[in-house]
């Protein structure tokens, strides 16, 4: 059993930060890439910014400068800075990760259950 689980949303003014939080637990042997997507209401999920094991990364265009992936290998956590936050950020923001179970088991994709994030005057 593997589960996800964020912490951090809330409601921010615009121009306000928040950090996200998403740790890993259970039955894990080795996690490969990490991500934050969103979804914003009526529109589909997308991928916001992701991470590898080994820390390099990419953002989407629109939270390029504004926003930061990090991760704690550690603690099997993956961390997301907001800063410069805009209504056009409101969404609810779900965690992604390549998780392997075992020494002969395959990554599998599992997901957290999602973190509002509202910014709003």
């Known amino acids: 059993q593997v589960q996800l689980v964020e912490s951090g949303g809330g409601l921010v003014q615009p121009g306000g930060s928040l950090r996200l939080s998403c740790a890993a637990s259970?039955?894990?042997?080795?996690?490969?890439?990490m991500r934050w997507y969103r979804q914003a209401p009526g529109k589909q999920r997308e991928l916001v910014t992701a991470?590898?094991?080994?820390?390099?990364?990419n953002y989407a265009d629109s939270v390029k400068g504004r926003f930061t992936i990090s991760r704690d290998n550690a603690k099997n956590t993956v961390y997301l800075q907001m800063n410069s936050l805009k209504p056009e950020d409101t969404a609810v923001y779900y965690c992604n990760a390549e998780i392997r179970r075992s020494l002969i088991g395959a990554y599998a994709n599992y997901w957290g259950q999602g973190t509002l994030v509202t910014v709003s005057s």
């Open positions: 991470i590898t094991s080994g820390g390099s990364t």
């Open positions: 259970g039955s894990i042997f080795s996690i490969n890439a």
